[in-house]
């Protein structure tokens, strides 16, 4: 068996398994799931007319590279999103979401190698960035999120011994589970860093789409255009349909940035076996080329965001985020674990500890004493799961 396998840790929801084995929930009410982030409004019509409409591609096989149309729909995407230019042919590569593209990416640039090979993530984090380093080979460190500043990452945490050693830095913004956007500033500093010490960096950028402001986040292809790095040297972006369109089981995203990358990342995938379905890639297209269903999407978070953040908030330490579908609040008395388990039991609501998403670095593990929740099934669902967490939370003090 391969040796790197026993490195990894146990994913979060396998702990929250074991950590709940021994828990009945209240019999009496409905179980509600915000632990998990899975999109649950309807998907798009014009998204499942266009699966149906493509059936008969089933019968060939499709290419890696993926079709020319779909790769232009992307690319004309990222012009009308974020006002930049990409070359469809070299710049973009149709993915299977941005789970397996963002752990197959770890495998194509990570020399294993080169002495003290390093990857470097948010922390908290999700959880397929340490294991894409793990089995490439690489250690890992981790960036602590500040709570000062809405729960940016503090880079500064990061010393210059192993940013010099770093080969390929994560970046997730919107962040989860925090929600922190990163501003052009922050970025600037990491393209500094990349370019003095020759790291990739990989933007994780799946949440671009939910938001509550009124301009949308910025993302990593459009700050390095700002920058006037258009080459998007070291930089690859990730982001898919997944949460923008509501179709997780489809399994559907592009990359896109460093054309050299992008080459060797083709190469990787084209013997990983990483080819999207002819029907999905079509179906695909038709999303990113619609607006409509992403801005009646928002509108329903952002709708559920207003009325359940401020009931929350008269009980726990919970504010709006920049942008994603988590709220990340602080644990009454401080322990995440018992305070998820107790509302689980008592109130059979599901919230995922904030400890089980990050890991102990530079003395302290930054999601100890919070906890994330997922606001993802309907309004009525979501104020009700407001409802007993105040209850429960108003219960710990009498």
């Known amino acids: ?74 690319a004309d995407w990222l012009g009308r999103r974020y006002g930049i230019a990409v070359d469809a042919a070299t710049q973009v590569l149709p993915v299977l979401g941005s789970r397996e593209a963002l752990f197959s990416f770890a495998q194509t640039v990570i020399d294993p190698t080169q002495p003290g090979a390093t990857v470097v993530c948010p922390n908290p984090f999700y959880q397929i960035y340490e294991g894409a380093a793990l089995l490439a080979g690489a250690d890992t460190a981790f960036a602590p999120s500040d709570p000062a500043r809405n729960f940016a990452v503090d880079w500064s945490a990061i010393d210059e011994a192993t940013w010099a050693k770093t080969q390929l830095l994560y970046v997730c913004s919107p962040g989860n589970p925090t929600g922190a956007v990163m501003p052009l500033d922050e970025w600037a500093r990491l393209f500094e860093l990349s370019d003095r010490h020759g790291f990739v960096i990989a933007s994780d950028e799946c949440y671009s789409e939910i938001y509550f402001r009124d301009e949308p986040p910025l993302g990593g292809l459009e700050a390095a255009a700002k920058l006037g790095r258009t080459d998007f040297r070291n930089l690859v972006a990730f982001t898919s349909l997944s949460k923008r369109s509501n179709v997780p089981g489809l399994r559907s995203g592009f990359v896109a940035g460093d054309a050299a990358l992008l080459k060797a990342f083709l190469l990787y995938r084209t013997y990983h076996g990483s080819a999207m379905s002819t029907m999905v890639q079509r179906a695909s297209a038709a999303a990113w ?65 904030g400890s089980l998403l990050a ?27 407001a409802e007993r967490i105040v209850s429960y939370t108003e219960s710990l003090t009498r």
């Open 1 to 74: 068996m391969n040796p790197l396998l026993a490195r990894l840790h146990p994913y979060p929801f396998e702990r929250w398994r074991e950590l709940t084995r021994g828990i009945t929930p209240n019999a009496g009410l409905s179980a509600i799931n915000l632990g998990i982030g899975e999109p649950k409004h309807p998907a798009p019509a014009l998204l499942e007319e266009a699966l149906v409409a493509n059936l008969k591609a089933l019968s060939a096989y499709p290419a890696t590279l993926g079709e020319a149309a779909l790769r232009q729909a992307c």
């Open 289 to 353: 080329g619609d607006e409509a269903h992403v801005a009646a999407n928002r509108e329903q978070y952002r709708r559920k965001f207003a009325a359940v953040t401020p009931r929350l908030a008269q009980v726990l330490d919970v504010a709006l985020p920049d942008a994603g579908f988590y709220l990340w609040a602080a644990a009454p008395g401080g322990d995440d674990i018992a305070y998820a388990r107790g509302l689980l039991a008592q109130y059979n609501v599901t919230v995922l500890p």
């Open 359 to 385: 890991r102990s670095a530079q003395g302290r593990n930054p999601g100890a004493g919070r906890i994330r929740m997922a606001l993802v099934a309907p309004l009525e669902e979501c104020l009700e799961a």
